[in-house]
């Protein structure tokens, strides 16, 4: 049984910093992109960012290119998210996913069950 279970949100000011992680159980796969998206009230779920299983080959989505990094340590079946510069419009649930890498929610087989990054101006 796949589980992801993210951690690492709260509430931060504008300007400041977060860092997500994210931990898998019964990937065992090594085919197994990994991605974070996050969905504010109201809207669709957005992508953030994507990672290889290698690692060396990341993407981030252009609202977050610049301040946001992700990587991942295998060894531990983690996957990071480094949010910086966090700007209100940054406020949403986050989720970690599993699937084939792309940009598309619809591409990702498994989802944890998200957590909440609040950003005050």
């Known amino acids: 049984q796949v589980q992801l279970v993210e951690s690492g949100g709260g509430l931060v000011q504008a300007g400041g910093s977060l860092r997500l992680a994210c931990a898998a159980a019964?990937?065992?796969?090594?085919?197994?992109?990994m991605g974070w998206f996050r969905q504010a009230p109201g809207k669709e779920r957005e992508f953030v960012a994507v990672?290889?299983?290698?690692?060396?080959?990341?993407y981030n989505g252009d609202s977050v290119k610049g301040r946001f990094t992700i990587s991942r340590d295998n060894a531990k079946n983690t996957v990071y998210l480094q949010m910086n510069s966090l700007k209100p419009e940054d406020t949403a649930v986050y989720y970690c996913?599993?699937?084939?890498?792309?940009?598309?929610?619809?591409?990702?087989?498994?989802w944890g069950q998200g957590t909440q990054v609040t950003v005050s101006s």
């Open positions: 990672i290889g299983w290698s690692g060396y080959r990341t």
């Open positions: 996913a599993a699937g084939r890498g792309s940009t598309s929610r619809h591409d990702y087989e498994y």
């Open positions: 019964g990937l065992t796969s090594r085919n197994y992109a």
